[in-house]
């Protein structure tokens, strides 16, 4: 009898804005003092409200686009209610039925791996536990979390590992997290049960595996738990649907002390933040800034690269000459009165959204650093 | 109806600590209560949308700035247990 | 000083004459309060005098003890934050303080909030100043006594459920619950985060008026406060109600003792008399609506009430009272797996129909005018026994809340010497009309020249 892994990857990115996810304190809290980036909303103080970041909503739904997800034009916060000392406010401020990005994904070399949602939330406190109790700071309370959940798509360590290095590489080439696993920006969870390679449903259990703090581990923690799986049920029993913690050490998985009932979350909408609505325009200039991104990047990688260099030289270097490009630059402004008016309004999206133009109309050969210039000048 | 065993269920889930006294009082008086709401069945209410907010408002957003935060003696002031700046909580725990 | 009372407006107009000043003033207050309040227990914390500062034309204030005050204990009237001292002020706080009103003092209410005669109070039950042995309603009782007795010409409150219309028709006092998001509710500990209003409680019309210029407008901390213009409350306040259409609805008049009706028919008649037309509306859900909120408040104390854990700050769960317990088992409840769907959902359906009743009622009219309670000032004991008792004296009152609309209590008379107020409810940001009707009203009827029978010499 042969087992097929069905594993499925969560992976929560904390965000690089200036501030947390509601409230105004600094998001810079590496190596900060105990407590000392805290304010009565992060600290849950009877009282405070929450406010969301924008550059967080904006960040997050950046990432679901560069994963091919829709973005909700409707979305909410909810409350998910639990007691856990690090969690000041006895609930978590996050997503629940309407998140701001659904249905992507992304290629790995061993095939597509769907993505169910990407969602924001915010961070717990940070618990150390000695002998005579726990010890908490809540710097680490309100930082933004991305939420990527994966279809159960992934079929071995290795294609967890290269998802996971993926997403590492995007979230820093979008500038929206150091993606750093060491300090905690980059963290994983996986589910992962087995299926006889004879049945095309997926299996009736899962099993949460948490604690994973590199990808050494993933693979590590991955291929031990397919071996102790495939162990218990090569011999007729049932796996136990349970959350297991992955321990470095002895590097195996171990059973967390289960609780008698599932953990009842009692999700509902928060009332204290209004629902969010986005326009058609917004969409526009997150997936223009977006565009913007790719080709310079491919513009660069272009360049590294001799052989296309010389192919393209002579028209780079034609599309490049100030006047050439001018004349589009111009046109592109003359074109667009919305954009420009928002970009002159103090909305910098809208000059990455010019800037989107001017690559398509060039098809991707003007040099973006120069068409940006040309734009900021133009319309001082 | 609501049994004695749902309300302690409940009372767990709730982290409400409740006394004999209490658990037997309560086993009374909460499945009242559900029945005293439960008025609203009589109505049908298939095809209505519900009001989670009257506000009416949408797109309440910050712009990401940040200021200065609480002085640390004043997150340390009223909890129970301190230790090294660190807030603390007795007893064991288990682990999320 | 004249008389044993002082409103807002005498105090400004005295600063104005120099007839006095700050110093006085708060001398008159603290006497009063020293002389008084051992037997009205209004107060939980007085800020002691020598700590108030009285510079300039200040005004005394206190604040319901929900409403969050930096280096000044907070407790909610609970005993899980006895001791707590808040690092920080709620908004509405700093804007009066800006405004010069200083803190004299944290008033009694309802444990979080929780009750509609203040007995729900883990420290001491505030006495209605007009009959030692009557409530003063809830919560906000300790607000509504002290104004009623003359310790201070203003105290704020909140109003989740009638809990300003309630207390302050017990005690012939005027108090505003503006429309949800009119007042920013950063810093008032939280009981039901989407009905919460933040209001407060005067002697006259004008007073209430007059701080609510102050406190109310949009607060960036407040995501849910409102963007609309804040109008000048007093201005057209004296220009009466002659031509304006006031509504009754039908189903509020049901279950009336026949001494409160007869009071209300008076009170009818004085509108009509003063130039407004009367005119029968229904809000046919209206008996749903106390389910209603019996299901939605508790849901949201149920969370709201998760942070109290002994950690950060404040007691143990332990010692929540039975009545904070009760709500929070409740709601939790009705979020549980399995029963989210017949309990909060369907609540939240039948609130959009209450929505809809107020809708359709002020097409056809400006305001509408009700009572505020059933029966009569009930006496200490009386509804604290059976908590199903106490959740209906809320029957008039929360309607309003559910819809977010604004609603003014003004006094309406006696019936035996005891106070009874009648409610004006306007359209969303309306108050600026429910002040002309309610100064309107008061001009034709003084009653808040009737001072407590405990007071009288």
């Known amino acids: 009898m042969k087992y097929t892994p069905v594993i499925g990857l969560e992976i929560h990115i904390q965000l690089n804005t200036k501030s947390k996810m509601f409230c105004s304190c600094s998001n810079d809290i590496w190596k900060k003092d105990p407590n000392s980036v805290t304010c009565p909303t992060c600290l849950g103080l009877p009282g405070a409200l929450p406010v969301p970041n924008e550059e967080a909503i904006r960040k997050t739904q950046l990432l679901g686009l560069s994963l091919e997800c829709e973005l909700n034009e409707n979305s909410s916060f909810a409350r998910k209610n639990y007691f856990y000392p690090d969690l000041p406010k006895g609930y978590q401020i996050t997503q629940f039925s309407d998140p701001l990005c659904v249905n992507g994904h992304l290629n790995t070399s061993l095939g597509k791996i769907a993505i169910r949602r990407v969602h924001l939330e915010e961070d717990t406190g940070k618990s150390i536990h000695i002998k005579e109790g726990t010890l908490l700071d809540f710097n680490k309370s309100g930082v933004p979390l991305a939420e990527l959940v994966t279809e159960p798509d992934i079929k071995n360590s290795e294609q967890a590992v290269e998802f996971c290095k993926k997403i590492r590489e995007l979230v820093r080439f979008l500038d929206i997290s150091n993606g750093d696993m060491e300090k905690g920006n980059m963290r994983l969870e996986l589910n992962i049960s087995l299926r006889e390679d004879n049945d095309k449903s997926l299996p009736n259990y899962r099993v949460e595996i948490k604690n994973i703090n590199s990808f050494k581990f993933l693979k590590t923690a991955i291929e031990y738990e397919i071996e102790r799986q495939e162990k218990i049920l090569s011999l007729g029993e049932k796996v136990e649907q349970e959350t297991r913690g992955w321990n470095e050490n002895t590097k195996k998985t171990v059973s967390q002390r289960k609780k008698e009932m599932e953990n009842d979350y009692r999700y509902f909408p928060e009332p204290d933040i209004p629902p969010m609505d986005f326009s058609k325009e917004y969409f526009d200039i997150l997936k223009n800034e977006l565009s913007a991104k790719e080709l310079a990047n491919k513009d660069n990688s272009a360049e590294a690269s001799k052989t296309s260099k010389k192919a393209k030289g002579k028209i780079e270097y034609a599309l490049n000459k100030k006047e050439e490009l001018s004349k589009i630059v111009k046109s592109v402004i003359k074109d667009n009165p919305i954009p420009v008016k928002d970009y002159k309004a103090g909305k910098e999206g809208a000059l990455q959204f010019l800037i989107g133009l001017v690559m398509r109309k060039t098809a991707g050969k003007a040099d973006p650093k120069i068409s940006s210039g040309l734009l900021r000048s133009f319309l001082k | 109806m609501l049994t004695r065993k749902e309300v302690e269920k409940i009372a767990a889930l709730s982290k409400i600590p409740l006394s004999e006294r209490e658990l037997s009082s309560f086993s009374v008086q909460l499945p009242k209560i559900i029945s005293f709401v439960e008025n609203l069945n009589k109505l049908d209410t298939k095809n209505i949308f519900p009001t989670y907010q009257i506000s009416g408002k949408k797109n309440e957003l910050r712009k990401d700035l940040s200021i200065e935060s609480l002085p640390i003696e004043d997150i340390l002031r009223n909890a129970e247990n301190s230790k090294d700046n660190y807030i603390m909580t007795k007893g064991v725990l288990d682990a999320k | ?457």
């Open chain 3, 1 to 457: 000083m004249p008389n044993d009372f002082l409103t807002v407006k005498q105090i400004l107009d005295g600063y104005e004459s120099a007839s006095f000043n700050s110093k006085e003033v708060f001398e008159f207050f603290y006497n009063r309060i020293k002389g008084i309040d051992a037997d009205i227990k209004s107060f939980i914390t007085v800020v002691p005098e020598d700590k108030v500062c009285v510079a300039g034309k200040s005004i005394p204030v206190a604040y319901k003890d929900i409403f969050t005050t930096k280096n000044i204990q907070t407790t909610a009237g609970s005993h899980i934050l006895r001791g707590y001292i808040p690092p920080y002020n709620a908004t509405v706080v700093d804007k009066l303080s800006d405004s010069k009103f200083v803190c004299a003092g944290k008033l009694n209410c309802d444990a979080f909030a929780h009750g509609a005669t203040g007995e729900n109070s883990d420290f001491f039950v505030t006495k209605n100043p007009y009959f030692l042995k009557k409530t003063a309603g809830g919560s906000s009782s300790g607000s509504a006594a002290a104004v009623a007795a003359g310790l201070v010409p203003v105290a704020t409150a909140t109003d989740t459920g009638g809990s300003i219309r309630l207390p302050a028709s017990f005690t012939n006092t005027v108090g505003i619950k503006p429309t949800y998001g009119r007042v920013s509710r950063y810093g008032i500990i939280a009981m039901t985060s989407s009905t919460d209003s933040i209001g407060h409680i005067t002697k006259t019309v004008w007073d209430n008026a007059f701080v609510l210029n102050i406190t109310a407008g949009f607060d960036p901390k407040d995501a849910t406060s409102s963007h609309a213009k804040v109008p000048d409350y007093l201005s057209d306040i004296d220009k009466g109600i002659s031509g304006l259409k006031i509504g009754i609805p039908k189903e509020y008049l049901q279950g009336l003792d026949d001494v409160v009706e007869k009071q209300f028919d008076k009170s009818v008649k004085i509108v009509k008399s003063l130039g407004a037309e009367i005119v029968e509306v229904s809000l046919p859900h209206t008996e749903y609506a106390i389910n209603v909120y019996y299901i939605l408040t508790p849901s949201e104390i149920s969370s709201n009430l998760a942070r109290f854990d002994g950690i950060r700050f404040g007691k143990q769960r332990d010692q929540f009272g039975d009545e904070a317990k009760r709500r929070i088992m409740l709601g939790t409840y009705s979020l549980s797996a399995g029963y989210y769907d017949d309990y909060y959902l369907k609540a939240q359906k039948v609130r959009t129909l209450v929505i809809e009743d107020f809708r359709k009622a002020f097409d056809k009219v400006d305001a509408l005018m009700a009572p505020v309670f059933p029966s009569t000032v009930p006496a200490l004991g009386e509804a604290i026994v059976d908590p199903i008792k106490m959740y209906m004296m809320d029957v008039l009152t929360v309607p309003v809340n559910l819809a977010g609309l604004p609603a003014l209590s003004v006094p309406s008379g006696f019936i035996d010497a005891l106070p009874v107020g009648i409610q004006f409810i306007g359209k969303h940001f309306d108050e600026k009309l429910l002040y002309r009707i309610g100064y309107s009203f008061e001009s034709e009827t003084k009653y808040y020249e009737k001072i407590p029978n405990f007071l009288e010499k």
